[in-house]
């Protein structure tokens, strides 16, 4: 079954709204989350790196007060898109690196974000 | 932070055939990888995971990992059109961030 949760799947909305995505990883503590996105036919980029309880790390060119992440518990990172605008639709992803080594990532099912 | 390249494709092989994606990675201290595919509009999903110079063998899968040369490769036998799909190779990477190349897009055609 799914070790990381992410909620909603799909999200529909206004221009001007704010958007909030949670991922939450189920059976063991992630203090660190990464989240992603991907728009239509190109690859998965990396945002920013969350993790818990400390300020997100955001990729270069990545808005850190347009994309808002607070990774407040051990089990749960959220995305915060704040008046998301037509160009933010995209495919947003986060994923969890396991408690293991040598273990991939456990990647969320992903938030198709829609912005009309 | 770990990097890998591979080829975008698209690689199209016609049905029953063998599939051959390659990946190549710049952290020689790169210990284990895992080959992850992604339909369009669904998130990675892991098909595979080699840590061990040579073949490992999964089904219709097989990887192959050469640490002298720095490259991971993924062989699809009798390759079907659910098979159609993009391909990402990445290195285990512990809490360090990955940087995902394009990934091969794979179609296979009937």
């Known amino acids: 079954g799914a070790v990381v949760s992410q909620h909603p799947s799909w999200v529909i909305c206004k221009s001007g709204t704010s958007v909030k995505i949670e991922c939450r990883s189920l059976?063991?503590?992630?203090?660190?989350m990464f989240w992603y996105r991907q728009f239509p036919k190109q690859s998965l980029m990396l945002m920013a790196t969350?993790?818990?309880?400390?300020?997100?790390?955001?990729e270069q060119g990545v808005e850190k007060d347009k994309f808002l992440i607070n990774h407040a518990s051990l089990t749960l990172s959220t995305l915060t898109v704040t008046s998301a605008h037509p160009e933010d639709s995209s495919f947003y992803i986060c994923?969890?690196?396991?408690?293991?080594?040598?273990?991939?990532?456990?990647f969320g099912d992903g938030t198709r974000l829609s912005i009309l | 932070q770990k990097e890998v390249e591979q080829n975008s494709g698209p690689l199209s092989v016609p049905e029953g055939a063998i599939a051959s994606l390659n990946c190549t990675y710049s952290?020689?201290?790169?210990?284990?990888f895992f080959w992850y595919r992604q339909y369009s509009g669904k998130s990675p999903e892991l098909i595979m995971f080699?840590?061990?110079?040579g073949d490992k063998e999964d089904g219709r899968f097989t990887a192959q990992l050469n640490k002298a040369s720095q490259y991971v490769s993924l062989l699809i036998r009798d390759s079907q059109p659910s098979d159609s799909a993009t391909y990402l190779c990445a290195p285990w990477a512990g809490y360090q961030k990955v940087t995902f190349g394009t990934g091969t897009k794979l179609q296979v055609i009937p």
């Open positions: 080699i840590y061990s110079n």
């Open positions: 994923s969890a690196p396991a408690a293991t080594d040598n273990q991939p990532q456990h």
């Open positions: 952290d020689r201290g790169s210990q284990s």
């Open positions: 969350s993790n818990e309880g400390s300020k997100a790390t955001y």
């Open positions: 059976d063991f503590q992630a203090t660190t």
